[in-house]
């Protein structure tokens, strides 16, 4: 329970379908996290995560920008200010109101800086439990947009608002822990000093199964339409199922670092994830690698973008909702009656964008034809 800043007589509560039995109901994406953590801790295993997104701000109200159709939008800062002090400078008192009101709501923010772009910033939330990481992505999200209207502004976490413009990525942060014994300290699982990677044999495992499920389960990392908009070749978004030692083009980056902070980056997902669910796939992926023991290919050199060294990723929701529909391991990891009611809403959103006439085929088209 929160209280948010402004409002000491709201409260503001996260919740868990159930069943009416008490049981928890199996569409239910925050239910999903918690049956997956269990499972993680009959193997020994607590595991952290920490999210990282990207989000635009608009000189826009919600009035605005239903009558400019979402379009020729103003935003908070002109120009390509990637990391700037003097753009944040400039808006001070909206990133104080971030800062303040997200450490108020038990949201502790690393890092808030701009990205390259007008009026993108990016900020990193504090690395916690899993579950606890979940809640914080799930309410920084809803409350950024509350704060910007507060301040005549505007919030999108769309993957790809505009196609002449960089996406907004939303990556995830993750280690694995083995649970503390009495009188003992958590030891990051995916540390090895003796190993010349610095990974452990536990971390390659969990490495190779996100990567071995990667496509079949975009679906649930890519939730959007729109989300695949992103994956396009030059962007920075991964478009294989590749992984490398700080490189950047791969779906999953290796930092190796200390005891502390070794850990795995998980970029395929954008801003626009459910982070329940997202988090859940990544973690549940991971456990099913050191399950099953697999190995990873050998890790990307260079751009892997395009890399035949490896499987590629769907490009579109349609195409990824049906990879998800026929794999056996989503089934395993996540459980039938979660898959299949995932499958039936994706299908039920590209069926809903199948019926739009778009702006590009009315340019394309009307005077052509």
């Known amino acids: 329970m929160r209280f948010p800043p402004g409002e000491p007589d709201t409260a503001v509560f996260l919740v868990d379908f159930v069943n009416q039995d008490g049981t928890a109901h199996p569409a239910c994406p925050r239910s999903l996290l918690k049956r997956v953590l269990a499972d993680a801790a009959k193997r020994g295993y607590q595991a952290t995560f920490g999210s990282e997104f990207e989000f635009w701000v608009f000189k826009e109200t919600p009035e605005s920008l239903h009558e400019k159709g979402f379009r020729n939008l103003q935003p908070i800062s002109p120009g390509m200010f990637g990391y700037s002090w003097l753009r944040e400078d400039q808006n001070r008192s909206f990133c ?3 800062l303040d009101e997200m450490t108020a709501m038990d949201i502790e923010i690393e890092a808030l800086h701009t990205e390259t772009g007008p009026g993108v910033y990016e900020v990193a939330l504090r690395y916690d439990e899993a579950l606890r990481a979940a809640d914080k992505a799930a309410l920084f999200k809803t409350h950024m947009k509350a704060l910007a209207t507060r301040h005549g502004l505007s919030v999108t976490f769309m993957a790809k608002w505009s196609h002449d413009l960089p996406g907004s990525s939303g990556h995830l942060h993750q280690s694995l822990w083995t649970v503390a014994q009495p009188g003992g300290a958590p030891r ?6 003796k190993a010349e990677s610095k990974l452990s044999a536990t971390a390659l495992h969990y490495l190779a199964g996100q990567l071995a499920l990667m496509p079949e389960l975009t679906a649930l990392y890519s939730p959007t339409v729109n989300s695949y908009k992103r994956y396009v070749p030059g962007v920075w978004a991964p478009l294989t199922a590749s992984w490398g030692p700080e490189n950047r083009t791969c779906a999953i980056r290796t930092i190796a670092g200390g005891p ?3 850990r795995l980056e998980y970029r395929q997902t954008a801003a626009d994830i459910n982070p329940y ?4 796939t990544c973690l549940a992926a991971g456990l099913y690698g050191i399950e099953k023991k697999l190995e990873p290919p050998p890790a990307g050199k260079g751009d892997t973008s395009m890399s035949e060294a490896f499987k590629a990723l769907p490009r579109t929701l349609k195409e990824a909702t049906a990879w998800l529909s026929a794999s056996a391991g989503a089934r395993e990891i996540l459980g039938e009656p979660f898959v299949d009611h995932y499958v039936r809403t994706r299908e039920w959103e590209v069926r809903q964008f199948e019926r739009v006439v778009t702006e590009w085929e009315l340019k394309r088209y009307f005077e052509s034809i």
């Open 260 to 262: 502390s902070s070794t």
């Open 188 to 193: 990051n699982a995916f540390f090895d000093g």
């Open 96 to 98: 104080h109101a971030i």
């Open 277 to 280: 669910i997202a988090i859940a």
